[in-house]
């Protein structure tokens, strides 16, 4: 076990829905990141938050976004989802300092998406 | 863009065979390295780092890689498998600069018969 939660566990949703994903952070880290992983694929990085800001994107529409709270947890929101957005939802906590530190990875969210 | 390209979606072993599973990189910069390792129904999990130094990194549970940077290579091996070591392994790569995003492989399935 890592430290890192996530809720929920599954979540069955219909397209054009929104969701909601949420991420608590392992004691003492200040970062979280986000990763979609796709059936049969390796987690690709959808936004990392440091301090509350998002710190670095990448390669996903606008429709996900995320928070981080005070308490460094964090949400993941997918806005009109498609079918595509079928996943395992990763979360990943690390203490930022300069230099890299280990990202502790949740145990994810599988979302479907009929 | 860095990409990771694993050479084998699924690996069949038997028992204290040897294992090697590849892995290479795209990316003409500096950059540090991992192994992840999924047990079935378990989160993700670090098996070993490589940032500088000793291009042989060793890890957890008798796992080794060597980094060659000429062949842009992330080899993980280890000498004698075992059930346990049924899992998923991913490898993955992060630009050293920046924030702490990390780009995976697509994974490799490795199946220990006992």
């Known amino acids: 076990e890592t430290g890192v939660t996530q809720s929920p566990t599954h979540l069955i949703k219909t397209r054009g829905q929104q969701v909601t994903l949420r991420c608590s952070s392992q004691?003492?880290?200040?970062?979280v990141s986000w990763y979609q992983q796709a059936l049969g694929q390796g987690p690709q990085f959808i936004f990392q938050?440091?301090?509350?800001?998002?710190?670095g994107r990448g390669n996903f529409p606008p429709r996900f976004s995320g928070l981080q709270f005070p308490n460094y947890s964090s949400e993941l929101n997918v806005n009109a989802l498609e079918l595509d957005d079928s996943a395992l939802y990763l979360c990943?906590?690390?203490?930022?300092?300069?230099?890299?530190?280990?990202?502790?990875f949740g145990p994810g969210t599988r979302l479907t998406v009929l | 863009a860095q990409s990771v390209s694993q050479h084998n979606h699924h690996v069949i072993l038997s028992e204290a065979a040897s294992l090697e599973l590849g892995c290479n990189y795209s990316?003409?910069?500096?950059?540090?390295l991992f192994w992840y390792v999924q047990y079935p129904g378990q989160h993700l999990q670090l098996l070993l780092k490589?940032?500088?130094?000793?291009?042989l990194v060793k890890g957890i549970k008798g796992f080794e890689a060597e980094f060659i940077k000429s062949k842009f290579s992330f080899n993980l091996r280890k000498p004698s498998v075992q059930w346990s070591d049924t899992a998923e392994y991913f490898c993955?790569?992060?630009?050293?600069?920046?924030?702490?995003?990390?780009?995976f492989g697509k994974g490799t399935m490795l199946l220990v018969s006992p």
């Open positions: 990316y003409g910069g500096t950059v540090n």
């Open positions: 004691s003492g880290h200040n970062t």
């Open positions: 490589y940032f500088s130094g000793d291009p």
């Open positions: 993955a790569v992060r630009e050293n600069s920046g924030y702490s995003t990390l780009t």
């Open positions: 938050y440091y301090r509350e800001e998002e710190n």
């Open positions: 990943a906590s690390s203490f930022t300092s300069g230099s890299y530190n280990e990202q502790f």
